[in-house]
Antibody, heavy 121, light 110 residues
């Protein structure tokens, strides 16, 4: 069974940094791109970032580019999201997600339960 | 403001059908058959309901169907049930490898 479990969320001051982790199990982690998606309180889903299966290629939403860094450690079955220069508008539940096996593009079939990040003084 | 526009809310009575639209530019919906739909109940992670515009993952009831015409994709739910009450989001794959969600639609089962 595919499982994704996020951790590392919490309260951080504006301008601060935080690193989220997502540990994967139940599949060959190094075969899949991995994604982060966030959802502000009462808001909609927003795709944040993605990293290729070998970690060499990354993409970001405009709203986080230059402030967030996605990476992965295939030996630890873990994907990370390093967040810096955090703003109040970054407050959200952050989900990691994996595509549907066999699909042509990245459809998010597997999700973690999410990790809440609150940016506030 | 999302590049994909969805109605903020729709409603229907049990047994009826409802359709949720997702309208984008040619870059986001019109040029690619890469639209997917997600159902999200309060406090839960989203669930993939439709992919490749019309396909259903294993386990999704055939009451859920997808379609696309021009720059508008649609999710239709027939035979509405109480458990269908949730938020629904479309997702499209843009040309620059960036993914975009619609703003979301709240479905109320009356």
């Amino acid at each position: 069974e595919v499982q994704l479990v996020e951790s590392g969320g919490g309260l951080v001051q504006p301008g601060g940094s935080l690193r989220l982790s997502c540990v994967a199990s139940g599949f060959t982690f190094s075969d899949y791109w991995m994604h982060w998606v966030r959802q502000a309180p009462g808001g909609g889903l927003v795709w944040v970032s993605r990293v290729s299966s070998d970690g060499s290629t990354t993409f970001y939403a405009d709203s986080v580019r230059g402030r967030f860094t996605i990476s992965r450690d295939n030996a630890k079955n873990t994907v990370y999201l390093q967040m810096s220069s955090l703003r109040a508008e970054d407050t959200a539940v952050y989900y990691c997600a994996r595509k549907l096996a066999g699909a042509s593009v990245e459809y998010f079939h597997h999700w973690g339960p999410g990790s809440l990040v609150t940016v506030s003084s | 403001q999302s590049a994909l526009t969805q109605p903020r809310s729709v409603s229907g009575s049990p047994g009826q059908s409802v359709t949720i639209s997702c309208t984008g530019t040619s870059n986001y919906v019109g040029d690619y058959n890469y639209v997917s739909w997600y159902q999200q109940h309060p406090g839960k992670a989203p669930k993939l309901m439709i992919y490749d515009v019309t396909k259903r993952p294993s386990g999704v009831p055939d009451r859920f169907s997808g379609s696309k015409s021009g720059n508008t994709a649609s999710l239709t739910i027939s035979g509405l049930q109480g458990e269908d009450e949730a938020d629904y989001y479309c997702l499209s794959y843009a040309s620059s490898y960036i993914l975009v969600f619609g703003g979301g639609t709240k479905l109320t089962v009356l």
